[in-house]
Nanobody, 115 residues
Framework: QVQLVESGGGLVQPGGSLRLSCTASGIAFSFYAMGWYRQTPGKQRELVATITSGGNTNYANSVKGRFTISRDNAKKTVYLQMDSLEPEDTAVYYC?????????WGQGTHVTVSS
């Protein structure tokens, strides 16, 4: 059974930092491209950052220079380091794993940026 379990969300003040983690089980993690997406009420889920199996990264323009995605294949974990957080970053953050036709989602972790 495939599971993606996110952690690390919470409440943080503007300008603060959080690190999200997503640990996978039931998949050959090193083959998968991994990504972080986010969603706010009434809006579509949007891409935040992705990392390929080879380590190439891609970021949404809104987070470039503030967020960093990384992966540890030995731990089957992908991370999202979020710095200089803004209220607009408030959302539910979802982990995604994709390889060929296989595509899996985590349950999401809440991030709230507020003073």
């Amino acid at each position: 059974q495939v599971q993606l379990v996110e952690s690390g969300g919470g409440l943080v003040q503007p300008g603060g930092s959080l690190r999200l983690s997503c640990t996978a089980s039931g998949i050959a993690f090193s083959f998968y491209a991994m990504g972080w997406y986010r969603q706010t009420p009434g809006k579509q889920r949007e891409l935040v950052a992705t990392i390929t199996s080879g380590g190439n990264t891609n970021y949404a323009n809104s987070v470039k220079g503030r967020f960093t995605i990384s992966r540890d294949n030995a731990k089957k974990t992908v991370y999202l380091q979020m710095d200089s957080l803004e209220p607009e970053d408030t959302a539910v953050y979802y982990c995604n794993a994709g390889w060929n036709v296989r595509n899996y989602w985590g349950q999401g972790t809440h991030v709230t940026v507020s003073s």
